[in-house]
């Protein structure tokens, strides 16, 4: 381990210890609020989720560990000279296509006239604009 990774390492686990005891006092803090006179249920749920919150922080920094040492390879991660394998092409269905339907559409026409006026409309309100 190289001295900026031990440095970084003792810097997480500090972070690590501060995280977890400020959560459980934050627990502690919260289920003497419940048990005073103005707690209630929602104080509870709090004093029983901190405690959650520093032990998520315990695990991740654990897993962190695991997966930086390599001690968590993935098992179904091929053998380096196993050839990698193809996906099949048949396997997904294939892409629709685009159909130019202009001429079988029947209001083709229409739609022509109705496009060729927007943009006469677009080229005057264009010209009123420059004058």
Not at 48 to 58: H, K, N, S, T
Not at 97 to 102: Q, S, Y
Not at 109 to 128: I, V
Request: net charge negative.
């Amino acid at each position: 381990m190289s001295g900026k990774q031990k440095h970084n390492r003792v810097a997480l686990i500090v972070f690590v210890v501060v995280g977890a005891v400020g959560c459980l006092a934050l627990g502690w803090w919260q289920w003497l609020r419940f048990e005073s006179a103005d707690g209630n249920g929602q104080n509870l749920g709090y004093a029983f989720q901190w405690p959650l919150f520093a032990a998520f922080l315990v695990y991740a920094y654990r897993r962190f560990v695991q997966l930086e040492s390599g001690a968590a390879e993935r098992p179904d991660t091929p053998a380096p000279d196993e050839p990698l394998r193809e996906i099949p092409h048949d396997l997904l269905p294939p892409r629709p296509v685009a159909v130019d339907d202009e001429d079988d559409d029947s209001d083709a026409g229409t739609r022509r006239e109705y496009n060729h006026y927007l943009a006469e409309l677009a080229a005057r309100d264009a010209d009123r604009r420059t004058e």
